[in-house]
Nanobody, 124 residues
Framework: QVQLVESGGGLVRQGGSLRLSCEVK????????MGWYRQVPGKERELVAV???????TLADSVKGRFTIFKDSAKNTFYLQMNSLKPEDTAIYYC??????????????????WGQGTQVTVSS
């Protein structure tokens, strides 16, 4: 069984910083892509940042220059460093991973897994 466990959300003032963490738990062979999404009530979930296995990244235009996605492979954890936060960054943030899990009979299982979500609130 694979779980993505998020931490690091909270309340911060405009201009402040937060770091979100997403630990990938379980028997994993490979993580092909890891990402962060966010959602506010009444709107669709939107992509914030993606980090691919080969090291390339994609950031939403609204966060370029402020947010960074990076990983610690030894810890099976990836992060979203958020600087210069704005009130419009307020949302529930979800981590996501496209990965190959190892099944009960050592087979590979392709999965897309999601974290439980963490609230980020930026006050003006």
């Amino acid at each position: 069984q694979v779980q993505l466990v998020e931490s690091g959300g909270g309340l911060v003032r405009q201009g402040g910083s937060l770091r979100l963490s997403c630990e990938v738990k379980g028997r994993i062979s490979r993580i092909d892509e890891m990402g962060w999404y966010r959602q506010v009530p009444g709107k669709e979930r939107e992509l914030v940042a993606v980090l691919r296995r080969e090291g390339t990244t994609t950031l939403a235009d609204s966060v370029k220059g402020r947010f960074t996605i990076f990983k610690d492979s030894a810890k099976n954890t990836f992060y979203l460093q958020m600087n210069s936060l704005k009130p419009e960054d307020t949302a529930i943030y979800y981590c996501n991973a496209d990965l190959l899990a190892i099944g009960a009979v050592e087979e590979w299982i392709a999965l897309r897994s999601w974290g439980q979500g963490t609230q980020v609130t930026v006050s003006s």
